[in-house]
């Protein structure tokens, strides 16, 4: 969405009073939906991802300019698939090209949507389309929509998913005659995303976001120690050796490498609060962090599947 003027005041005025609207029927939306005016979410805070950046770029300018399409004889998809392991940035992209195409960007959690509303599910997201076909531009956002899968829960939440499944079909089939207007949906688990969803003419243009390579990781360890010293307004790193850290960091995602980072930042903060020596942050610093994270992981695995007893 463009900044300023009349019509982004009026429309901001209808966000405002969707959310309200919501609210008041269905409760508290936090964890559930979000409705963010363009983001500031800059595609180059987002490390490694070549390819996937790339086209993420191509979007965005079917979404500011979708002569360009007309141009050169084609059509924008409308809809894209960002599929990955957790942590691996699906949500940072979607973000991104909200940012970059300047238009609001609605973020429905799909699996808190169905717990929480099961069977008004599909009545929220009628409503969101109806709002962002009204605005003629948006980015929705389906985060995790592998939760729509027909065969989890109960017979109660299998009717709610297949209600929403319908309407998200319906919608997306109405969504051609739109042309600045994407869905664009996240999974870590293509597997089990509804086959009609990603049918042709629907979410059709997948995208994979996998786990970094040597030198992404290095870009990301770099983007966040650069964004910690702008916050900070000064140096808080030495030199560091890139080599030895990365050999530490078989199978981490990019969201594993900003909170080692985050942890060794918050362990100086510990260092200076109780009066010791906090020293700018040595190779030495993030490589026993690592340690202490993959740690804490290792347990977050085992209660997860119920072997930490």
């Known amino acids: 969405m463009e900044k300023g003027g009349r019509g982004g005041e009026v429309f901001l005025r209808k966000l405002e009073d969707l959310t309200m609207r919501l609210e008041k029927r269905f409760g508290d939306l936090r964890g559930k939906m979000e409705m963010v005016p363009s983001p500031e979410a800059p595609l180059e805070d987002i490390g490694g991802l070549g390819a996937a950046k790339r086209e993420i770029q191509g979007l965005s300018f079917a979404l500011r300019n979708p ?5 050169w004889g084609t059509t924008p998809p409308k809809g894209i698939l960002l599929y990955g392991p957790p942590g691996t ?14 238009t609001v960007f609605y973020h429905l959690r799909i699996p808190n949507i169905i717990s929480k509303w099961h069977a ?7 409503e969101v389309f109806a709002l962002v076909k009204e605005a003629g531009r948006g980015i929705l956002f389906l985060d995790e929509v592998d939760a729509l899968a027909l065969d989890r829960g109960s017979e109660e939440t299998r009717g709610a998913s297949r209600r929403l499944v319908n309407t998200i079909l319906e919608n997306l089939d109405e969504l051609k005659a739109y042309d600045q207007i994407l869905v664009v949906a996240s999974t870590n688990r293509p597997d089990a995303v509804d086959p009609a969803l990603i049918s042709p003419g629907r979410i059709d243009r997948l995208i994979e976001v996998p786990l970094p390579g040597s030198e992404d990781k290095r870009q990301i360890l770099e983007i966040h120690q650069r964004k910690a010293e702008r916050i900070a307004g000064r140096r808080l790193f030495q030199g560091l050796d890139y080599d030895s850290i990365l050999a530490r960091t078989v199978k981490m995602t990019g969201s594993d490498l900003a909170e080692v980072i985050r942890r060794t930042l918050e362990e100086k903060v510990r260092l200076e609060g109780s009066g010791g020596p906090a020293e700018l942050v040595t190779t030495e610093d993030i490589l026993r962090e690592i340690e202490n994270y993959r740690r804490i992981k290792e347990v977050v695995e085992k209660i997860r599947y119920g072997q930490y007893l």
């Open 120 to 126: 008004d599910s599909g009545e929220v997201i009628q």
């Open 89 to 102: 940035g699906k949500t940072l992209l979607a973000k991104a090209l909200a940012s970059l195409a300047q």
């Open 67 to 71: 002569e360009l399409h007309q141009r």
